[in-house]
């Protein structure tokens, strides 16, 4: 079982590990034996409960995005995701691929809360619809947008408008081919080569830099 949050926050609106760990182990699924998971307990007790859970000492295991990646059990058939709106597409890949691990079955559930969002419901019907991990990372991409090339956002639609990275990706990687001759000396001249970068620092001063710290 996935939730979003380790505690409940002041609003509420999201269920959280921690309750929602007590709730079931009292109630709900008292008949069973339920262990707890998130990123505030100190390395040992992750250790622990990961270890009990991987030898069938725990039938339900609650948890937050702290299982996204480096979790391998093998007996671990289905996975409940709360409040999926509230995820990422590639974390709720990752997420999803922690499941199925051995010969058994298995089954993602993803539940929504509250209003879900167009984008947030696109993100749903990708999951439903693929398992491919490249169509997803080229859907994410599509609905993230990929940042800044010449700056520091890592989300969002750049300034630099050259092409669409999906629709144009053949393109855009004939372009890199040619980008390489002309940095290799190949097609252009040194002084062509040097009126070009002082081109580029003029118009693009601040975000070129950062370039050139790379």
């Known amino acids: 079982m996935v939730y979003p949050m380790v505690e409940e926050s002041e609003t509420g609106e999201l269920k959280a590990a921690i309750q929602m760990y007590d709730e079931l182990r009292l109630h709900k699924l008292a008949d069973l034996r339920v262990g707890l998971l998130h990123g505030r307990m100190n390395a040992d007790e992750k250790d622990d409960v990961m270890r009990r859970f991987q030898a069938g000492k725990i ?4 948890a937050t995005t702290v299982i996204e990646v480096g979790v391998d059990v093998a007996n671990a058939s289905l996975m409940v995701v709360e409040h999926a709106e509230r995820f990422g597409l590639s974390q709720l890949h990752q997420l999803r691929g922690r499941i199925g691990r051995g010969a058994a079955k298995s089954f993602c559930i993803l539940m929504t809360g509250g209003k879900v969002t167009e984008e947030a ?3 749903l019907d990708t999951m439903v619809a693929t398992s491919d991990g490249f169509e997803i990372a080229e859907k994410d991409l599509e609905l993230r947008g990929p940042g800044e090339f010449f700056g520091t956002r890592q989300a969002g639609m750049p300034s630099l408008r050259v092409a669409n990275l999906i629709r144009d990706r053949k393109l855009l990687e ?6 390489s001759a002309v940095a290799n000396g190949d097609t252009l001249s040194r002084e062509d080569w040097e009126k070009t970068i002082k081109y580029l620092r ?12 790379g």
């Open 174 to 179: 004939a372009a890199k081919v040619e980008a």
């Open 121 to 123: 419901d696109q993100r």
């Open 202 to 213: 003029n118009h693009w001063n601040r975000r070129y830099g950062l370039v050139e710290v």
């Open 59 to 62: 039938d339900v295991l609650v």
